[in-house]
């Protein structure tokens, strides 16, 4: 390896490493259940077709197969009715060998996900987007936190990077990525920016960040003109041009000013499943009764 080499593997924050560690943990809880006659295990439900869900959903089984955990996939067409899939919904929240039920977004327009949303019981949403675990992230006692935005405290914990006093700043605040970040990283004193496509002068804010945090799905939005000098960057962004998967960030470009960053793929992508994952055997351990005290 060249020297130049070794200095970028130094700055990677490898995703895939924290997410194995997440699922190692997990496994050993997985065969304490099992020991009781109990098998963690998810359903989930894909409506219609979108290239990226169907992408997304054989991830997610992927990673159940690989810690032991039941997935259980339900794939409907593009013509399901509302009606319909609260019916299953209600039958999954019924069902005492389910853990876990996450219903891949988006859904037809015809479909009122929040309506959706609300209909998973709340000790069920492995997703962490119910209204319920949702407003407890406010005060931290959420059953279920939400994968993405978890997975990148987590990593954050792991490689040691204390938020506590730095300015984050968030660009995207989606239900599902910025807006419960934000939250997160306030809950652990950081000095927190929230961003979005109306917000002016953008790198004027980016510039002071000590961590930048991007989800906008555009791509290579960010160049070094947007990076203060030692930085973390996290870049949440997956856009797929021609089959090949693009962040938020040009890595080539920012890479010299950067003291921590996440490659695409292999950054947050990993870590949102196996917080899923986490989520999942979290949901059969609170049913169990056994200690909940994962990584
Ligand atoms: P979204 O697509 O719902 O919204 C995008 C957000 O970015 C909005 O708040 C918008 O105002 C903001 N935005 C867009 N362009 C901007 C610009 N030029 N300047 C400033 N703000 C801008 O958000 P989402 O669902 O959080 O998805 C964002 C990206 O993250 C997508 O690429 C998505 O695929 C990806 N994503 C990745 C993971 C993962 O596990 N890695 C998980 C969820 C989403």
Do not use: W
């Amino acid at each position: 390896m060249t020297e130049s080499n070794l200095g970028i593997q130094k700055k990677l924050i490898d995703g895939r490493l924290i997410a194995s560690k997440i699922e190692l943990s997990i496994s050993e809880k997985i065969v304490e259940l099992k020991n009781k006659g109990i098998v963690p295990s998810i359903a989930v439900i894909l409506v219609g077709k979108d290239p990226a869900s169907v992408v997304y959903v054989r991830n997610k089984e992927r990673a159940a197969q690989r810690c032991g955990i039941l997935s259980k996939k339900d794939v409907y067409p593009e013509s399901l009715t509302e009606k319909e899939l609260l019916n299953k919904i209600e039958e999954l929240n019924n069902d005492p060998l389910i853990h876990g039920i996450l219903v891949q977004l988006p859904l037809p327009p015809h479909i009122n996900e929040k309506k959706i949303m609300e209909a998973i019981s709340p000790v069920k949403d492995v997703d962490g987007f119910h209204p319920l675990n949702v407003g407890k992230i406010f005060t931290e006692d959420a059953l279920f936190y939400p994968c993405t935005p978890y997975g990148i405290v987590k990593m954050l914990d792991y490689y040691d990077i204390s938020v506590k006093g730095k300015s984050c700043v968030i660009i995207g605040q989606s239900n599902i990525v910025g807006k419960p970040l934000a939250i997160m990283l306030m809950n652990r004193l950081a000095t927190v920016s929230s961003l979005n496509i109306f917000t002016k002068d953008i790198k004027s804010i980016t510039a002071k960040a000590d961590i930048l945090i991007s989800a906008t799905g555009k791509v290579h939005l960010i160049d070094e003109s947007y990076i203060k000098k030692g930085a973390v960057v996290i870049d949440v962004g997956i856009s797929n041009i021609g089959g090949k998967i693009y962040g938020d960030v040009n890595f080539e470009r920012v890479i010299n000013k950067v003291s921590k960053i996440t490659p695409v793929p292999g950054g947050v992508g990993p870590l949102t499943v196996a917080v899923l994952m986490e989520n999942t055997v979290k949901s059969a351990l609170v049913k169990s009764g056994i200690n909940i005290k994962l990584i």
